[in-house]
């Protein structure tokens, strides 16, 4: 019996021996891939379609930025968007070098280094000299246009409405031919924010332009939340002010204007544009999709038509 078990041991010896051990190069790409961050893509990834991310009221330089900044990145290397509009209250408190390195610099550096631009706007915790700032892009003006393919972006200053800015947006609008244009700025033409809520002077001033003209998706911030709404007057209204500062609890869950609202966690926004199509996800600090589908472009004149698989 005892000479029998010795056999046995050595041959279960001499097997383990003969298998070939785990070169170093697979053992430490299996434990990249089990570090790598899990993500859950709903955007269809379309060849040559437009994509980016939004963020707004996100300069706080708190952990929460910086974990939203890690998930945003995550999402990057497998949707391969190229830029980010930011709306707005990019830096809050302080503005020296060492605000706009803790606050943008160091939680977007992966993002950065990647060759992502970011398109900034003002808000009102923001300084007028960010229009100088160069990661901003601005090119030190409080408002502007730039076009991405089909897509064209109007970029505007919600805190001083001016009539040379009204006469600068419709000019801009009537001399534009993009099939897609959206338009975004710090405070919210619709909100259920219970802080803040809907800025109806703002609202009083832009709306008929953005009809007469055709705009189809208008982007805000401000209220610390996470909002889409129902189209209104044929546009498709989306607030994104939760990338850094959260008011938790803060949305009127009694709104008749909203399809979707997020207010206990931070998020950023993912779109998608091809063709007729707008693809959107909305995605929290953790990980986790709140809002995702797909708008239809709007015909002219515009009507609410909308196809969503939105959750």
Same mark, same amino acid.
């Given at each position: 019996?005892?000479?029998?078990l010795?056999?046995?041991?050595?041959?279960?010896?001499a097997?383990?021996?003969?298998?070939?051990?785990?070169?170093?190069? !697979?053992?430490?790409?299996?434990?990249?891939?089990?570090?790598?961050?899990?993500?859950?893509?709903?955007?269809?990834?379309?060849?040559?379609?437009?994509?980016f991310?939004?963020?707004?009221?996100?300069?706080?330089?708190?952990?929460?930025?910086?974990?939203?900044?890690?998930?945003?990145e995550?999402?990057?290397?497998?949707?391969?968007?190229?830029?980010?509009?930011?709306?707005?209250?990019?830096?809050?408190?302080?503005?020296?070098?060492?605000?706009?390195?803790?606050? &943008?610099?160091?939680?977007?550096?992966?993002?950065?280094?990647?060759?992502?631009?970011?398109?900034?706007?003002?808000?009102?915790?923001?300084?007028?000299?960010?229009?100088?700032?160069?990661?901003?892009?601005?090119?030190?003006?409080?408002?502007?246009?730039?076009?991405?393919?089909?897509?064209?972006?109007?970029?505007?200053?919600?805190?001083?409405?001016?009539?040379?800015?009204?006469?600068w947006?419709?000019?801009?609008?009537?001399?534009?031919?993009?099939?897609?244009?959206?338009?975004?700025?710090?405070?919210?033409?619709?909100?259920?924010?219970?802080?803040?809520?809907?800025?109806?002077?703002?609202?009083?001033?832009?709306?008929?332009? &953005?009809?007469?003209?055709?705009?189809?998706?208008?982007m805000?911030?401000?209220?610390?939340?996470? !909002?889409?709404?129902?189209?209104?007057?044929?546009?498709?209204?989306?607030?994104?002010?939760?990338?850094?500062?959260?008011?938790?609890?803060?949305?009127?869950?009694?709104?008749?204007?909203?399809?979707?609202?997020?207010?206990t966690?931070?998020?950023?926004?993912?779109?998608?544009?091809?063709?007729?199509?707008?693809?959107?996800?909305?995605?929290?600090?953790?990980?986790a999709?709140?809002d995702?589908?797909?708008?239809?472009?709007?015909?002219k004149?515009?009507t609410?038509?909308?196809?969503?698989?939105?959750?």
């Open positions: 019996m005892i000479r029998r010795a056999a046995l041991l050595v041959m279960l010896a097997t383990a021996c003969s298998r070939p051990a785990l070169a170093g190069s !697979e053992a430490s790409a299996q434990v990249a891939v089990q570090a790598q961050p899990r993500v859950d893509v709903k955007l269809p990834l379309e060849d040559k379609s437009v994509r991310a939004v963020i707004g009221d996100n300069g706080t330089g708190d952990t929460p930025q910086y974990e939203v900044a890690a998930e945003m995550a999402y990057r290397k497998v949707v391969g968007y190229d830029f980010v509009v930011m709306m707005g209250d990019n830096i809050y408190g302080g503005h020296k070098p060492s605000d706009f390195e803790r606050k &943008f610099d160091e939680p977007y550096k992966p993002l950065l280094e990647a060759g992502v631009k970011f398109y900034a706007c003002l808000g009102n915790h923001d300084n007028s000299n960010e229009t100088l700032y160069k990661p901003f892009n601005m090119n030190g003006q409080r408002y502007y246009t730039f076009k991405k393919g089909p897509v064209q972006f109007f970029v505007l200053d919600s805190n001083y409405m001016d009539a040379t800015q009204l006469d947006i419709q000019h801009q609008l009537s001399e534009s031919n993009a099939h897609w244009k959206i338009a975004y700025f710090h405070h919210p033409l619709y909100s259920d924010g219970r802080f803040h809520g809907s800025d109806v002077d703002l609202r009083n001033l832009l709306m008929p332009i &953005f009809e007469k003209y055709g705009m189809n998706v208008v805000s911030g401000h209220d610390h939340v996470y !909002e889409r709404f129902k189209p209104e007057e044929g546009i498709y209204f989306f607030l994104v002010g939760n990338s850094g500062e959260l008011r938790y609890g803060n949305l009127r869950r009694d709104s008749d204007m909203m399809v979707k609202g997020f207010d966690d931070r998020t950023f926004m993912l779109v998608e544009i091809s063709g007729d199509k707008l693809y959107f996800q909305t995605i929290s600090r953790a990980g999709t709140v995702s589908g797909v708008l239809e472009h709007q015909p004149p515009q609410n038509q909308v196809t969503q698989s939105a959750r």
